[in-house]
């Protein structure tokens, strides 16, 4: 007896939803259709893995058992779901969606409710692992909501990641996000530093590199940044202008909440500076900069 596939729509196919989309695609376990706002980036997913591509969300929410979203920023995803011809009318009763979007707390918690007030399931979940972890399909995602609802789309989730976590209810797949940024800044601003001092004393950065990152200064962004911090390249990946809008929504949750970041105030402020200098499409390790151009 056949067993009938899960009808999956993915909208966006951005700088992470296009690979997650193809690995989707590649597994062929599922009835996958993609939409994207702009047609060019969805004929050359089309193109690159062959897959069926829809040309309106309507047309994506009305033949999807689950919905995956990975869009930009909170107006994006208020747009995808909330506009005319938006997907918050056209969804099929009992239809589950999950939203890989970083977006603010306040959003998270809006979208649940007007979800469930139509009987839809909905999942907060943003990635982290950066382009190299959607194209190699070994994002970390952090999820809020039902975790019932999570385990019966986990299958789905787990073609594109390496691990699901369980954060608690809706939000808080997007507090854990915004604990991972706050992280980030401060080890790229310490990783900054390091390097600079380093340059200024005429260390061998291949040596210092060897020596450090085997011990207790070890982190991913050392690993995978540092040596081309050193060399000034910067074209890897997630942009200084995604950093700032994240940052941004920690700082907002941050008042809401009453904590002090100082740093992540800091480091947003640094790379604001920096997009205003240019450098908004640069990657996030492009931070070392600040210190020349804001002496020059």
Same mark, same amino acid.
């Given at each position: ?8 729509? *993915? /909208?966006?196919?951005? /700088?992470? !939803? ?34 069926? #591509? ?6 994506? =929410? ?5 919905? @995956? ?25 009992? =239809? @589950? ?43 970390? #995602? ?33 507090? =854990? ?16 530093? !390091? ?15 060897? =020596? ?21 390249? *910067? ?31 800091? #480091?947003?402020?640094?790379? /604001? ?24």
């Amino acid at each position: 007896m056949m067993v009938k596939r899960i009808k999956v729509s *993915f /909208v966006g196919l951005g /700088v992470m !939803g296009y690979h997650m989309a193809g690995h989707l695609c590649k597994s062929n376990k599922f009835e996958l259709q993609v939409y994207n706002r702009t047609s060019e980036k969805s004929l050359a997913w089309e193109k690159e893995f062959g897959g069926n #591509v829809v040309h309106s969300l309507e047309e994506a =929410a009305s033949q999807a058992d689950v919905v @995956i979203i990975c869009s930009g920023r909170d107006e994006d995803m208020e747009e995808i779901v909330y506009s005319d011809g938006g997907i918050y009318k056209c969804l099929n009763k009992g =239809a @589950i969606v999950i939203d890989h979007t970083t977006t603010s707390f306040k959003l998270a918690k809006k979208l649940s409710k007007s979800f469930k007030e139509i009987n839809i399931e909905f999942v907060d979940a943003p990635v982290s692992g950066g382009e190299a972890g959607a194209i190699n399909g070994v994002l970390s #995602v952090m999820a809020g909501g039902d975790r019932k609802v999570l385990n019966s789309v986990k299958h789905i989730i787990e073609e594109y990641s390496k691990s699901i976590n369980y954060m608690g209810g809706a939000g808080y797949g997007q507090l =854990a996000k915004m604990v991972n940024q706050i992280c980030i800044a401060g080890v790229l601003q310490g990783l900054s530093e !390091g390097i600079l001092f380093a340059e200024s004393e005429g260390v061998d950065m291949e040596s210092l590199l060897s =020596a450090v990152s085997g011990g207790a200064a070890q982190s991913w962004q050392m690993v995978n940044r540092a040596d081309t911090m050193h060399n000034r390249e *910067f074209d890897f990946g997630f942009a200084i202008k995604w950093m700032v809008k994240d940052l941004g929504y920690c700082l907002e949750r941050a008042e809401d909440n009453k904590t002090k970041l100082p740093i992540a105030k800091e #480091v947003y402020d640094r790379y /604001v500076y920096l997009m205003n200098k240019g450098h908004e499409r640069s990657d996030t390790s492009a931070l070392m900069l600040y210190d020349e151009l804001s002496n020059t």
